[in-house]
């Protein structure tokens, strides 16, 4: 009886380790609680039902992306006489999310597509090869489909888990940007580096441009839209 009690208790402990770790991973009980509040899955279905239901814009600009794209007011930053700025960015999504609502972002037919995505695949687990598979359909289905509209693709952004633990290897991210580039190089297009621009001596996320470790404050999207600048009209 004593043993079976210990053999509990012990594997108890275990589990309650194995939950301490992987909440660690995660960013901690204030991120884990923050994911409770806000569902991702519902955020996502609000979004996209928002979306269908604007008037389609043709000809302009559209951000397109996850978090990193929906948190930047775009059309004030950008600040565009002629275009119109389109923000499609949700929170936690992922090249297979961004896949399945192109229907959306296309019907604008758009002037030019900006793309910033893939995080959040690697946060669920994906590896950069697996993720970079599923990157390029959301690209030969934008060039297969509109093939007037300029498309650029933006580095994935660095992380600084001495911030917050993320649960994300910085080497994922680098290996990421690596085939994300190739994939610019082999379909023709421009592939925006903003990782190098916004990383510190130890190419970490700087901390003068986060508080987070993985979203941007003002002054890191300044960076990321100064880049993006180059490609639109004076």
Known sequence: ????FG?????????????????????????????????????????VELFQRLPAVPGSVVMLGDSQIEQCEWAE?????SLQVLNRGIT????????????????HDPAKIFLLVGVNDLVLGSTPDETAERYQTVVAAIRE???????????????N?????????PA????????????AYRYALPYID??????????????QYSADGIHLNGQGYSILAEKIRHFLPE
Not at 77 to 81: G, I, Q, T
Not at 145 to 159: A, C, D, N, W, Y
Not at 172 to 183: F, P
């Open 194 to 207: 903003v990782y190098s621009h916004l990383t510190d001596p130890q190419g970490l996320l700087s901390v």
């Open 7 to 47: 053999l509990s208790l012990f594997i108890n402990l275990l589990g309650v380790i194995a939950l301490g770790y992987a909440l660690n991973r995660l960013g901690g009980w204030t991120y884990a609680l923050s994911r409770l509040r806000h569902n991702e899955s519902g955020l996502y279905a609000h979004r």
């Open 92 to 107: 936690g999504d992922q090249t297979q999310g961004i896949l399945q609502r192109l229907d959306e972002v296309l019907r």
């Open 172 to 183: 994922n991210i680098r290996q990421l940007n690596e085939r994300i580039s190739r994939i």
């Open 77 to 81: 930053l950008l600040h565009l006489d």
């Open 161 to 169: 888990n001495d911030i917050k633990n993320t649960g994300l290897d």
């Open 145 to 159: 489909r509109k093939p007037g509209t300029e498309l650029f693709l933006l580095s994935v952004l660095p992380i």
């Open 1 to 4: 009886m004593k043993y079976l």
